[in-house]
């Protein structure tokens, strides 16, 4: 390997349950984080995604959610899509469709979940 070559930084997933979010690390840094609010029985409202500011704009949104949504599955859960980001990562892909609750399926596209951001208290 030449010097301006590296090694990809090794990612992992952690769940902190007590702040309701799941975790990526990169190379033992935390790089971003995704709230989700867990619901009965096994449905999971994926709320909002952030990234440290120095880790933007490197893909960390997008491996988190894949990630995440892996997670999800492995559980045998669904999810409900309350996060812009969410909502449009899933409209490019139909990888995830079967994840998606078909009572509470959430937002299928970002500009209807950042219209209803802006409508709530706070948002």
Same mark, same amino acid.
């Given at each position: *390997?030449?010097?301006?070559? #590296? $090694?990809? $930084? @090794?990612?992992?997933?952690?769940?902190?349950?007590?702040?309701?979010? &799941?975790?990526?690390?990169?190379?033992?840094?935390? =790089?971003?984080?995704?709230?989700?609010?867990?619901?009965?029985?096994?449905?999971?409202?994926? =709320?909002? @995604?952030?990234?440290?500011?120095?880790? #933007?704009? #490197?893909? =960390? +949104?997008?491996? *988190? =959610?894949?990630? /995440?949504?892996?997670? !999800?599955?492995?559980?045998?859960?669904? !999810?409900? /899509? !309350?996060?812009? &980001?969410? %909502?449009?990562?899933?409209?490019? @892909?139909?990888?995830? %469709?079967?994840?998606?609750? +078909?009572?509470?399926?959430?937002?299928?596209?970002?500009?209807?979940?950042?219209?209803? $951001?802006? +409508?709530?208290?706070?948002?």
């Amino acid at each position: *390997m030449s010097g301006e070559e #590296q $090694a990809p $930084a @090794t990612e992992e997933l952690s769940e902190s349950a007590d702040r309701g979010r &799941f975790e990526l690390h990169r190379g033992g840094d935390l =790089v971003g984080w995704l709230y989700y609010t867990h619901l009965k029985p096994n449905r999971y409202a994926l =709320v909002h @995604t952030e990234v440290e500011p120095n880790h #933007q704009h #490197q893909g =960390v +949104a997008g491996a *988190m =959610v894949r990630r /995440v949504l892996d997670e !999800i599955r492995a559980r045998e859960g669904t !999810i409900t /899509v !309350i996060c812009p &980001f969410v %909502a449009d990562y899933l409209s490019r @892909t139909t990888a995830y %469709a079967d994840l998606i609750d +078909a009572r509470h399926p959430g937002y299928s596209d970002r500009a209807s979940a950042e219209a209803a $951001a802006r +409508a709530r208290p706070g948002g």
